[in-house]
């Protein structure tokens, strides 16, 4: 498969730059594939595994909101948090799933306290589903 360059860059630095021949990510409105000479975009993203196809093997991640562009050919992945999943605490995703559903079942909580409860949920189950894919 053709390959194109690709970066990821989270606030917490530079996770890859090289190049790939594959990455699908959950955006806001689903999954989507980017393979070389797609169109220039820039898409807003969701929460969800991550995969990049490197060198024709499959690394899995937990990707969390941000965006992915293209541009000229040059993918850039900027999630606010990304962690490839032999990178992934499965301890403290399995804690902070916990500490969220507990969240969400408190009787009195506003609704901005809700869908924090519920995004933290969500990361947490992300990062069990990319765990899983651990080596
Ligand atoms: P927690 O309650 O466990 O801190 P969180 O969802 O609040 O989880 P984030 O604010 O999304 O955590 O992330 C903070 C930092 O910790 C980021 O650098 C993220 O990559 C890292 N991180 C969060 N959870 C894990 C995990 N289970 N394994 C490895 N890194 C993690």
Known sequence: ?????????????????GPAEEVIVRTVTGDMAFLARHINCVVPLGMGLATVVINGAKRHA?????????????VT????????????????????YMRA????????????????????????????NAASYKK
């Open 101 to 128: 559903d507990q969240e969400i079942h408190k009787d009195v909580l506003t609704d901005t306290e809700i869908q924090l409860a519920q995004a933290r949920l969500h990361r947490a189950l992300v990062r069990k």
């Open 62 to 74: 937990a990707c969390i909101g941000g965006m992915i562009s293209v541009v000229n050919g040059n």
């Open 1 to 17: 498969m053709t390959s194109f360059p690709l970066k990821i860059v989270t606030p917490d630095g530079l996770i890859y730059d």
């Open 77 to 96: 992945l900027v999630p606010t948090t990304f962690e490839w999943s032999d990178d992934i605490d499965v301890a403290r995703a399995e804690a902070a």
